[in-house]
């Protein structure tokens, strides 16, 4: 299986592409990050990576073609690119229209976007699969005493993209009934990254055993949709939070 994964030098993408080449799977990992590219092309000869800004849908059909003609199929696209501007973050009251708009382009356009592309490909094809990321906070409200005390925030851009996500892969899954092309979505619970222990505590208190997530705790997921066991998984929203959401 040929597999490209948008974002795949960040968090969660690398996280995926090192699980799909273990797996067996050839792993594209599409970013502009070229030195973890590098590193992950060293890592496995199962793993390519392609510099590309996903946010340019030219440069990106262009990147799938390429890739087509090289391995010689594109089984999958999993879109775990996180865009956004250097004012990624500002609180509510502070907000500028003009960079709402511009995360509003990145993000959710962007998935869109993506999406025609790797749908283009698939149709050529006759099949493919098409796997969002969106989280947590596009099925729930933030809890908002966790981050009581700390600098961090959960933009309400971030709650609005990742609804979308949701609402697209609904969408996409039904537009494309009968072509053989299925869309999935996962939503991740929070990702350990070096925040403040006390807003760690609290997270934990909201979930069933962990807490705040590794990025390898996602790949089972990826994997089961990207797999004969998943056959009729289609549209479907596939939560992994440890409970928090509950």
């Not at 790949?219 to 929203?237: D, P």
Request: aromatic share 8%; net charge negative.
């Amino acid at each position: 299986m040929t597999v490209a994964v948008t974002g795949g030098c960040g968090l969660i993408g690398e996280a995926f592409v090192r699980a799909l080449a273990d797996r067996g799977d050839d792993a594209v990992a599409v970013d502009i990050d070229d030195e973890t590219g590098e590193e992950l092309e060293n890592a496995s000869d199962r793993i390519v990576y392609h510099h590309c800004d996903v946010t340019d849908p030219g440069a990106f059909d262009g990147l799938l073609g390429k890739v087509w003609a090289q391995q010689g199929a594109l089984d999958a696209v999993v879109h775990a690119a996180y865009p956004h501007t250097s004012e990624w973050g500002t609180p509510f009251e502070d907000l500028s229209e003009e960079d709402v708009a511009e995360n509003l382009r990145l993000q959710l356009g962007g998935a869109i976007m993506v999406s025609q592309k790797a749908v283009k490909h698939f149709r050529e094809q006759g099949s493919g699969h098409l796997v969002h990321i969106s989280s947590i906070q596009g099925i729930a409200p933030p809890k908002f005493h966790h981050y009581d005390g700390t600098d961090m925030t959960s933009p309400i851009e971030y709650t609005a993209i990742k609804s979308g996500v949701v609402g697209i892969t609904e969408y996409l899954a039904k537009y494309l009934s009968g072509t053989g092309i299925r869309v999935n979505c996962i939503s991740p619970g929070g990702i350990e990254n070096d925040q403040p222990q006390e807003f760690l505590d609290r997270y934990r208190e909201d979930c069933a055993t962990e807490g705040m997530l590794d990025p390898n705790d996602l790949t089972g997921a990826l994997l089961f949709l990207l797999s004969n066991q998943s056959e009729y998984v289609n549209g479907q929203n596939l939560v992994v939070d440890d409970g928090w959401s509950l």
